[in-house]
């Protein structure tokens, strides 16, 4: 029965793709048990030499296998291209023939294409030919471009709809300048909803960029009411505007996903509790290489006061930087300037910070070389700011201490995030 159910393989036609067709050639030979004879051919003995009965037996059906392969290779290959193949006596000559004429390069292939490139952009009726004879011609050219795996321009596109739909023998040239006409009206129509959906996505990349959230105080508060930015989405939101000069139906979606998440958490606000701790802690981090267009960083740190959030950021860094660690210290770096400032600020306002302010750091190789009094090989180029940090740690202004990364606040305006991580931080930023 599973005899009777077998379905032969079809043999593999040559068109014009020699790489794919030798590839199922080759496949289906072997199946056959012939891609011996083909590869190697076979070896006729000399003409004075005495063969014994099995070696006569076993030349014959080498011979025989050899005839059906050029058999099916045959069957496989165009008239019009057998005719080009001088010598067809064995199949291994007609593979080898194959091979040399179709196989060639990738520069052999770019030239012919570029001269048939040229060749339709030079094309023009000639005097006396008719409507069907130059759409012959035009379109013959672009499906040798085709062929050779060029995609075809609306031009060609074109040339084909109007052979393919009508009768080009009765056709006449109003009937073409109308069609010709309706085309260009379809293509100008996806033209401007692909630039109308491009200005959605700029619109809507620009409002995602600019989102900011209304946090009112008490009467006793600094100020009454202003607009902030929201401290959950600085990370998605900031990438936004490097695409706002081409942006795509890709950056579209994702606006889109940014004002979801802001439709769902617009009664989130950062809460500050009177009586809490009112010492300063910071958090920050880097994340390497995380712009793939020009393979710079990106930096982030939060600072806590009570308990919430106070200043934080989210900020790809100018330069590119050699390594983590390098990285690592341009971020910490932009952190200890911004600690450097609030305790001023708190300190005007009363609030002076006696201790050095924490700053927690996921990085034990920076938070080492800070401390360490020698420069190293591998750390001379970033010697200025670990010279920064080093005077800060000493003076007591800053002190940084190493936490897990699951513990990183910093890594919420840095990467992308699992749901519960995000969620996690989210909570520990005092939302």
């Not at 005839?67 to 080898?96: G, H, M, P, V």
């Not at 062929?147 to 040239?173: N, Q, V």
């Not at 609030?351 to 927690?360: H, L, R, S, V």
């Not at 936490?403 to 995000?422: G, H, M, W, Y």
Request: hydrophobic letters at 35%; aromatic letters at 10%; glycine letters at 4%.
């Amino acid at each position: 029965m599973a005899s009777e159910n077998f379905v032969q393989p079809s043999i593999p036609r040559f068109g014009g793709h020699y790489d794919h067709w030798s590839m199922l050639m080759e496949n289906f030979l072997r199946s056959k048990e012939y891609w011996q004879v083909v590869y190697y051919g076979v070896a006729e003995p000399a003409a004075d030499t005495l063969l014994t009965e099995k070696q006569r037996t076993k030349l014959n059906a080498l011979k025989l296998k050899d005839l059906k392969a050029k058999n099916y290779l045959f069957q496989a290959i165009d008239r019009s291209i057998l005719e080009t193949i001088l010598f067809k006596d064995t199949s291994k000559q007609i593979w080898d023939s194959m091979k040399k004429k179709y196989q060639g390069n990738t520069r052999e292939e770019r030239v012919q294409l570029q001269a048939l490139r040229r060749e339709f952009e030079a094309l023009q009726m000639n005097f006396g030919e008719s409507v069907s004879e130059y759409f012959l011609r035009a379109t013959t050219t672009a499906k040798k471009i085709g062929i050779h795996g060029e995609k075809l321009e609306d031009s060609l596109k074109i040339l084909i709809f109007i052979e393919e739909s009508k009768d080009i023998d009765t056709l006449s040239i109003d009937e073409l300048q109308s069609l010709l006409l309706v085309h260009k009206q379809k293509i100008t129509q996806q033209d401007k909803e692909e630039q109308a959906v491009a200005a959605a996505a700029a619109a809507a990349v620009a409002a995602a960029a600019a989102v900011t959230t209304t946090i009112t105080t008490n009467q006793r508060g600094v100020a009454s009411q202003g607009n902030w930015k929201r401290c959950d989405g600085p990370n998605s939101t900031g990438h936004k505007p490097r695409y706002m000069e081409n942006p795509t139906e890709l950056h579209l979606l994702v606006a889109k996903r940014i004002f979801r998440y802001l439709k769902g958490t617009i009664d989130f606000g950062l809460l500050y509790k009177k009586g809490e701790k009112s010492y300063l802690i910071g958090f920050t981090n880097s994340d390497y290489v995380s712009d793939i267009d020009d393979q710079k960083s990106t930096s982030g740190y939060a600072f806590m006061l009570s308990s919430g959030v106070v200043p934080w950021s989210s900020k790809k860094q100018p330069i590119v930087t050699l390594s983590t660690t390098k990285a690592e210290f341009v971020a910490a770096t932009s952190c200890a300037c911004q600690a450097i400032w609030l305790r001023k600020i708190l300190e005007e306002l009363h609030f002076k910070q006696e201790e050095a302010t924490t700053i927690y750091y996921d990085n034990i190789s920076a938070i080492k070389l800070s401390k360490s009094p020698v420069l190293h090989g591998r750390s001379k180029h970033m010697d200025v700011k670990v010279h920064f940090l080093r005077d800060l740690t000493e003076e007591g202004v800053i002190d940084l201490i190493y936490c897990r990364n699951e513990d990183q606040v910093a890594d919420i305006f840095t990467k992308p995030l699992k749901k519960s991580t995000f969620q996690k931080l989210r909570k520990l930023l005092g939302t």
